[in-house]
Each structure stands twice: as structure tokens, then as C-alpha cells.
């Protein structure tokens, strides 16, 4: 989703403390006779998201202009190209790019060293629209006129504008390009330029809260907001008081509080009525968000509310309308024609770099749905996309859900990173569905030895907490005095020791293995979450438990007793979840989604008469779909 928050120029003069503008009538600014006056009330009325009053303020000063008879500037000002260059601001935020970059670029031929400020001003404008192209080579240009902007502002001994343009560069540059490493220590950087009592520090504190939240920083964020609530309070800063109250929103989805964020964007919803800035193209990224926000903590109803409310306003056409689109059919819609309006636009440049790698792991999210092949290498390179933003916490932070679904699959594909998330500190990393594997914390395989050994390393990888040394003898040695079937276990441990090192510890009357991830473990305790949900969250459960699910449990031991109950315990919760999943898409009309599933459930069911007349009913559905295209 591309959500930029408003960025804000700051004013020429001290502002600190200032109240709002008061609101004047149109004759009231035609009575205004001083360009400096019109040009101080343009740059004041921006930070308090006045646009409307603003743009007529502008045009205010430019019939003045155009009508003779006004002060000469004094040095060091040039009212026309000052007026020109806040053109290109307000241009630039409406990401109306090609005109905003004209405008600027007009400005800074122009200018010179009797206009300074118009110079400085174009530059911040230019280097805003830039970013907004988001390529590699604009970036490289947004970087130069944002530090060119910054320099420029500091020769004027203009601390606040010096603080914007660093803000600008770190949160537009490299924020929104996918180096929130950098975006980070610029915002810092402009955090300490600021002048402690600047009624900009506020907004700033707002975007840098958005990078820590993005970095998964949360603790860290709200400590932020925090200050910048009070800065807002103070100020009086009712458009402030709704962006921070927006990025509490998307504190409390990092969070996975699907209440608190409800609630809070009901909030901002509420207080935007009326402002001028809900009815700009930011409104329509709000509503947007909002949706997607939602349906990530699974809120369906009211995320859907929300879009339409945004599709309504952007239109089917417009790229962030089709962006969501995609992101909510991908998640939980039909993932077919998720993987179709994620590709389409795939081929297009005007994802922020910072969304990239949610865009490529809810392709590998829609594949693993739609039953296709590739899935794992997807999200393999989605949490490399992720680690190179800012660390694999960035992924664990945007999409929590999906990116703990995939990341086996993705460590499966090779992935170090998704490995990291697997072990979270434990030692291994067990496979009991489809060919049994172990991998050691560095990703090396760990060869067991046939027979005994291997087996007893499978038995104990079934139980978390370990299991009585006695039943462990019982299910080895059944037939054994007690005497010989230790001295058989010692023996068994000695080659598993010899062949694999200390992968089984004995803590008194129990055998344990060293801690470790297991992909059945995992699968069945997935699967419980699912219980005491319903509608769109228990499907995406569902479906995060089925991604455990690589293959048969534990064919290497197809007759051993031990595993009996494990595998009846698996057989039960797979059927269980495929028909969940396949009910839901019946629902929605996904007939092809449906069929996957109950494909699948046959498979392992194959005298499930029922199940065989449902997939008769979706491909007669399919054809009928196909004929009437």
C-alpha cells in the first residue's frame, strides 16, 4: 500500500507557539496589498492541512502580482518565483509529478543569488516529486536535491526548513524506497535540527514513528507518538492529532489488536470530516489503509466497508485502488485472479520499494492458495527483500500472519532468513511430513543412522516436553527385561551420539530432544487456532496450518505403533482443514480454489462419496464460467 504521510514546509519566521490562522474572506485577501504577508499565511496555513485556504491564498498572491504596483522584494526575495516554487510544492503533493518537476525546475534556472529562497524552496519541491517517481535514478536525484535543499536552508540560518528537507529525504528518499535503515538516522538527524520549540517537530516525530513502526520497533514508536501527541495537543494541530492517531492504528495492527485498531481508525474517520485534507488524494490512501489495515487483523466486514468507500472515491482504475485489490483477494479472496492483479502490477514502477517485499510474499501467499508450484522460492525472496529494507523483522512486523505461515516453505526453498525465524533461538529444525530431515542451526543436514537411533530421534520429536524413559523402553524393547532394554537404549544412543552428536538429552527419567522446531508439532498446534474462529480469520488459519503440511506424516516408519496416534491426529485435522477451506471458497464462488482443496481431502480420503459429488458441482461451475466468457 502506498501511504505517504503529508510531509509539511515549515514557515520562513519562528513560529513556535503560533495559533492557527485565522480564516479570511476572499476580499480580505484581495485587500492584502504585501506579497510577504500572502506568502507567510500560504506556508502557515500548510501545516494544519488548510490546503483549500491555502491554494486560494496562492491565488490571492498571484492576481497581486500580475496586477502591478507592489512592493519591490527586498533582496535576497523574488515574489514571482517564490510564488511558483509553493506551485510546485502543492503540485508535488497532489503527485501531480510532470507539472510539480517543471515548476521547479523553472524556478531554479531562474533563480539566483537574489533568490535564495525561491531556490531553496524549488529544490525541496523538486526533490519531492522526485521520490515520487520512486525509480532508482530519481531517487538518486531526490537524494541531491533534498541535501542541496538542506544546505541551502542552513546558509539562510532557517533551522526549521533545514530540519524539512532532511525529514523529507529520509522519509520520501528512503522511506519510501526501502531503506529504513537510512530513513531512520535521517529523521534522526532532522529530529536534532529542528529548534525545540518548532510547532514542525510534531509531524516529524509522527513520520519517524511510521519508520519504527515499519522497522517493528513498537515499543519504541509509541514512545514517539506519545511525545508527538503532546506537541500536538499543544499546538492545537487537529490535522496532527488524526495522523497520529493513524499511526497508533497501525501500531495496533503490528500489535495484532484487531479491536484497538478498529477503534482507532474509527476515530480518525470520524475527526477527518470536514478537514481539507481527507478530500485530497491522501483521504483516498487513508480510506485504503484502513481497509487493508483491517483485513490484516482480520476485521473483514469492516475492512471491506472501507474499500468500497475507496473504490467509490478513486475509481476501479486508479493504481492504489487496484493495489488493494489485490492485497485483500490475495490474503482471503480468490487467489487466482490475486496472482493476475499482483503480476499486472509487478510490471508496472510505482510500488514504493518499501512494499515490495509485501507485494512479492502475498504473490507466494496466493500461489501456495491457488495450489501451485513456487511458493516457497516467493517467499524466500520475499523475506530477502524484507532483510534488505531493514532486518526480517520488517516482514514479522508488516504481515506477522502469513509471513509465519510461509516461512517453512521458504526454508524449505533455502532461505537462511526464514530458518532464522524458525528456530528463534532453538537448535533444530525437524520434517517428519514427506522425507524425514533434520538441519542444524547453520542450515547443514544432519545424516541419522538407519534403525533404531533415527527412529528414536522421530518418536521424541512428536513430543514437545519429552517422554518417560519407561514408555520409550516399552515401545523400543517391548519383549526385554528391564536390565537389557537399557543397556540396548545405551547402545542405540551411543550410534546416534557417534553419527549426530548430542541430539537427545536425558534429564533424569526422561528422554527429551534438544530443543527444536517440528513441522508436525507445529502443524497440529496450528491447526487448534483455528477453533473459536469463524468466517475470514479461521480460513486464513486454516490455511496457515496447511502450509505446514509438505507430504504423508512419518512414511519412513509406515508400521511403527508409536506413530499411529500422531498420524491419526494429522489425518483428522488435514481433512478437517481442507473442507473448512473449501466450504469457504464455495461460498465466494472460487470454484477452482474449492477443487484444490477438495482434491487434496480425496487423496488422503478416497471413499468420501460427498466430497466426490462436491468437486462435480465446481467443475459443471467452471465450465459454465469458461462458456460464458
Not at 429 to 438: D, Q
Amino acid at each position: 500500500m502506498n501511504v505517504t504521510r503529508d510531509l509539511e514546509p515549515t514557515s520562513l519566521r519562528d513560529n513556535s507557539g503560533v495559533s492557527a490562522p485565522p480564516e479570511l474572506r476572499d476580499d480580505d485577501l484581495a485587500a492584502t496589498r504585501n506579497p510577504a504577508s500572502l506568502l507567510e499565511r500560504a506556508w502557515d496555513l500548510e501545516p494544519w492541512g488548510r490546503y483549500g485556504e491555502r491554494s486560494a491564498t496562492l491565488d490571492a498572491l498571484e492576481r497581486l502580482l500580475a496586477g502591478g504596483g507592489v512592493p519591490a522584494a527586498p533582496r535576497g526575495r523574488d515574489w514571482d518565483l517564490e510564488l511558483l516554487a509553493e506551485r510546485a510544492i502543492d503540485l508535488g503533493r497532489s503527485q501531480q509529478i510532470e507539472q510539480a518537476l517543471a515548476l521547479a525546475d523553472e524556478v531554479t534556472r531562474a533563480a539566483d543569488r537574489d533568490s535564495e529562497i525561491a531556490h531553496a524552496r524549488a529544490m525541496l519541491a523538486n526533490g519531492q516529486a522526485l521520490a515520487w517517481v520512486g525509480t532508482d535514478v530519481a531517487t538518486r536525484q531526490a537524494h541531491q536535491a533534498f541535501a542541496e535543499a538542506a544546505d541551502r536552508f542552513a546558509a539562510l540560518g532557517q533551522r526549521d526548513w533545514q530540519g524539512s528537507a532532511l525529514l523529507r529525504r529520509g522519509y520520501s528518499a528512503c522511506y519510501q524506497y526501502g531503506d529504513l535503515v537510512g530513513a531512520e538516522k535521517l529523521i534522526r538527524e532532522a529530529l536534532a535540527t529542528y529548534p525545540p520549540e518548532s510547532m514542525r517537530l510534531g509531524g516529524a516525530l509522527g513520520s519517524f514513528a511510521d519508520v519504527l513502526i515499519e522497522l517493528g520497533k513498537f515499543d519504541q514508536a509509541e514512545t514517539v507518538i506519545d511525545r508527538a501527541g503532546a506537541l500536538a495537543e499543544r499546538d492545537g494541530v487537529a490535522k496532527a492529532q488524526m495522523d497520529l492517531t493513524w499511526s497508533r492504528a497501525h501500531l495496533a495492527a503490528g500489535r495484532g489488536d484487531a479491536r484497538a485498531t478498529e477503534r482507532l481508525l474509527r476515530e480518525v474517520e470520524r475527526g477527518a470530516a470536514g478537514m481539507d485534507w481527507f478530500a485530497t488524494h491522501i483521504g483516498l490512501s487513508y480510506l485504503l489503509d484502513a481497509a487493508e489495515l483491517l483485513d490484516r487483523v482480520g476485521v473483514s466486514d469492516q475492512a471491506q466497508r472501507y474499500f468500497e468507500l475507496g473504490r467509490e472515491r478513486g475509481g476501479e482504475d486508479n493504481e492504489e485502488v487496484m493495489q488493494t485489490t489485490a492485497v485483500l483477494r490475495a490474503r482471503s479472496g480468490d487467489p487466482w485472479l490475486a496472482l493476475t492483479e499482483l503480476q499486472e502490477l509487478a510490471r508496472g514502477d510505482w510500488l514504493e520499494k518499501r512494499v515490495t517485499w509485501r507485494h512479492t510474499l502475498l504473490m507466494a501467499w496466493a500461489t501456495f492458495r491457488a495450489g501451485r508450484d513456487g511458493a516457497g522460492e516467493l517467499a524466500a525472496r520475499a523475506l530477502e527483500q524484507a532483510a534488505a529494507c531493514g532486518g526480517v523483522q520488517v516482514a514479522q512486523a508488516g504481515e506477522a500472519e502469513i509471513t509465519a505461515a510461509l516461512a517453512p516453505l521458504a526454508e524449505l526453498a533455502g532461505s537462511s532468513v526464514a530458518r532464522e525465524i524458525l528456530l528463534a533461538g532453538r537448535q533444530l529444525i525437524v520434517r517428519l511430513f514427506g522425507t524425514p530431515a533434520l538441519v542444524a542451526a547453520d542450515g547443514s543436514g544432519i545424516q541419522l543412522p538407519p534403525g533404531m537411533p533415527g527412529e528414536l530421534v522421530r518418536l521424541l520429536a512428536l513430543h514437545e516436553h519429552g517422554l518417560a524413559l519407561d514408555v520409550v523402553l516399552e515401545a523400543f524393547f517391548p519383549d526385554a527385561s528391564p536390565a537389557v532394554a537399557r543397556q540396548r537404549l545405551r547402545q542405540v544412543l551411543a550410534r546416534l551420539r557417534a553419527a549426530a552428536g548430542d541430539l537427545v538429552v536425558r534429564d533424569g527419567e526422561t528422554l527429551r530432544l534438544v530443543p527444536a522446531w517440528v513441522d508436525s508439532r507445529e502443524f497440529l498446534t496450528a491447526g487448534n487456532r483455528v477453533r473459536g474462529t469463524s468466517g475470514t480469520r479461521a480460513v486464513r488459519l486454516a490455511y496457515a496450518a496447511l502450509a505446514l503440511f509438505t507430504g504423508p506424516l512419518l512414511p519412513s516408519d509406515p508400521y511403527a505403533a508409536w506413530a499411529e496416534e500422531a498420524r491419526e491426529q494429522v489425518r483428522y485435522r488435514h481433512l478437517a482443514l481442507l473442507d473448512l477451506v473449501a466450504a469457504d471458497a464455495a461460498t465466494r464462488g472460487s470454484h477452482q480454489e474449492a477443487l484444490t482443496a477438495l482434491e487434496a481431502a480425496l487423496t488422503e480420503d478416497p471413499d468420501a462419496d460427498d466430497r466426490r459429488a462436491a468437486i462435480t458441482q465446481h467443475l459443471e461451475a467452471l465450465r459454465a464460467q469458461r462458456a460464458s466468457t
